[in-house]
T-cell receptor
């Protein structure tokens, strides 16, 4: 099975940077995903890492270290619309996703 | 292109009733998934399908059944509703197993 840990809540100021950490212990690893979920809505895909290193996509970046079982999502130049839950998900060798409980990010003016 | 659609959006069931949650995708995706999301618990995989006629259990399949007679549709059946099945249910699809998953808008189910 998979054990995926991420902080429950984080608060930051508009324009700032926030880093959401995710650690995992898995019986099989075939990639790590980050999804964004606004309250009452469906998750939407943000980023994907399968090799070690940093993937950058505009204001969002994601990092992976497979040897450490660690990933982070970096949100830069925070905007009010970034207030949401961020879900870390690990894909196993059967292409099934296991999700962490999510990190609720609150952006304050 | 509507993506993944789910019906109904909301439903209240009495204990012991049955219902089917509908999920349809128009992206010709092979893989489809059903998740439930409870507060503070993350998404849990109920069932998934890698193509028409093929289904398999996920992490929490008890109390549910699925079928996949077409590529587009992947209905989830609750036979004897229990309060523990109160949750938000999301259907998702992906073109291939290694691709990103696209989620439907969800069905909020309450069993009382």
């Amino acid at each position: 099975g998979q054990n995926i840990d991420q902080p429950t809540e984080m608060t930051a100021t508009e324009g700032a940077i926030v880093q959401i950490n995710c650690t995992y212990q898995t019986s099989g690893f075939n990639g790590l995903f980050w999804y964004q979920q606004h309250a009452g809505e469906a998750p939407t895909f943000l980023s994907y890492n399968v090799l070690d290193g940093l993937e950058e996509k505009g204001r969002f970046s994601s990092f992976l270290s497979r040897s450490k079982g660690y990933s982070y999502l970096l949100l830069k130049e925070l905007q009010m619309k970034d207030s949401a839950s961020y879900l870390c998900a690990v894909r196993d060798n059967d292409y099934k996703l296991s999700f962490g409980a999510g990190t609720t990010v609150t952006v304050r003016a | 292109n509507a993506g993944v659609t789910q019906t109904p959006k909301f439903r209240i069931l009495k204990i012991g009733q049955s219902m089917t949650l509908q999920c349809t995708q128009d992206m010709n995706h092979n893989y489809m998934y059903w998740y439930r999301q409870d507060p503070g618990m993350g998404l849990k995989l109920i069932y998934y399908s890698v193509g028409a006629g093929i289904t398999d259990k996920g992490e929490v399949p008890n109390g549910y059944n699925v079928s996949r007679s077409t590529t587009e549709d992947f209905p989830l059946r609750l036979e004897l509703a229990a309060p523990s099945q109160t949750s938000v249910y999301f259907c998702a699809s992906s073109l291939r197993g290694e691709g990103e998953q696209y989620f439907g808008p969800g069905t909020r189910l309450t069993v009382t």
